[in-house]
């Protein structure tokens, strides 16, 4: 079976963690994001991936090569301009060797979910469908692409990020994950921006296709946003969803080699700590990413947030629900903490930024 996975985005929610690194191959659980998704694809029965890519495209042949490490043959198609989800599909496309009536799975580069890629597949087989899609249900589905389906699971309407409550006809909405049938792809208009979401689908249901949904609820998660991203780090270290590619045993940390990690400091809920990084004694780094090469020094405190590469955390520091972008110098005794994001390469001061307990 044969794979388009779509890489091209630029992460621009993710920024600063996005600056130097495209999304897809931003270190979770030890290894770029994409290493899980093409693991996972692999132990679904795929065998050729076609990697859709645009922004900092550069930097994936390096580290996949040919994919044959990987048990896979991996190609490389790079949009010169962003062509929406769509136009890439159709774009790379022109790399699949399959017939007409062949499925083809395809996904999003920054969805991480526990979906039996295997069983959605042969769903999709036995339902003749055209596209199947992974659909799952959420409690607020606002801000997603809405699905209803009737009782056999085929599709009914698309209504993409709704904007009047009316319009919230259900709570199934679209997990960013499919299967078309190869001469379906053919269909899609090469050459310009095209979006799947709110043209190929709602063209081909209007034109009498055969669009097909299951509804899956195993673990599903949308890594656009920096807390995302490292809660879904932490529950693949810890083993709330499994990956192949995790470089080591699940468990309330992952230390990776290179690293140092001095007595008495605290790692804990899937904290991942990267090559060449230092923690001192005294440090607590809970549920959060150290990237490569940087520095939690003694007594700070890191939770729920990521440290960029080569970034430093001066002594008695605290960091809760923050990013430190790569090279970033965030001084002894500060405190962010609700989202805040420190650029790459910029300092803070020592004791610049202090937080006071709420009455």
């Not at 693991?39 to 795929?46: D, E, F, S």
């Not at 076609?50 to 900092?56: F, I, P």
């Amino acid at each position: 079976m044969e794979a388009i996975l779509l890489v091209g985005g630029k992460g621009s929610r993710l920024r600063p963690v996005t600056e130097y690194t495209p999304k897809p191959m931003v270190p979770t659980a030890g290894v770029p994001f994409l290493a899980h998704q093409l693991a996972k694809a692999r132990a679904a029965g795929v065998t050729h991936v076609v990697l859709a890519t645009s922004y900092l495209a550069e930097v994936f042949e390096p580290y996949f090569g040919d994919g044959s490490d990987l048990g896979l043959r991996v190609t490389y198609i790079h949009e010169t301009e962003p062509l929406g989800t769509g136009g890439a599909i159709r774009n790379a496309a022109d790399a699949l060797t399959c017939g007409p009536d062949e499925p083809v799975l395809i996904f999003n580069g920054d969805i991480l979910t526990g979906l039996d890629i295997a069983a959605l597949v042969d769903s999709h087989r036995a339902a003749g469908a055209d596209v199947s899609l992974h659909l799952t249900r959420v409690e607020d589905p606002s801000a997603f692409g809405l699905v209803p389906t009737d009782e056999a699971g085929r599709v009914l309407a698309f209504t993409e990020k709704p904007q009047r409550p009316e319009e919230i006809v259900t709570d199934q909405v679209n997990a960013g994950c499919y299967v078309f049938r190869r001469s379906v792809i053919d269909t899609i208009p090469a050459g310009r921006v095209v979006s799947v979401e709110r043209e190929t689908f709602p063209g081909l249901l209007q034109s009498g296709a055969h669009l097909h949904g299951v509804v899956d609820q195993t673990y599903w998660l949308d890594l656009g946003r920096p807390a995302a991203l490292i809660q879904a780090s932490a529950d693949l270290v810890r083993g709330v969803v499994r990956s192949p590619a995790v470089p080591g045993k699940n468990g309330e940390f992952l230390v990776l080699p290179g690293a140092t990690v001095e007595e008495g400091a605290k790692l804990s809920g899937g904290t991942v700590v990267g090559a060449g990084s230092f923690v001192a004694a005294d440090a607590v780094i809970e549920g959060s990413i150290v990237l490569d090469g940087a520095r939690v020094e003694s007594g700070a405190q890191v939770r729920a947030s990521l440290v960029g590469a080569g970034a430093r955390v001066g002594s008695r520091t605290v960091l809760e629900n923050a990013v430190i972008g790569d090279r970033a110098e965030v001084g002894e005794d500060n405190e962010l903490q609700g989202g805040a994001r420190v650029w790459c390469h910029s300092t803070i001061p020592d004791a610049a930024i202090r937080f006071s307990p709420k009455p």
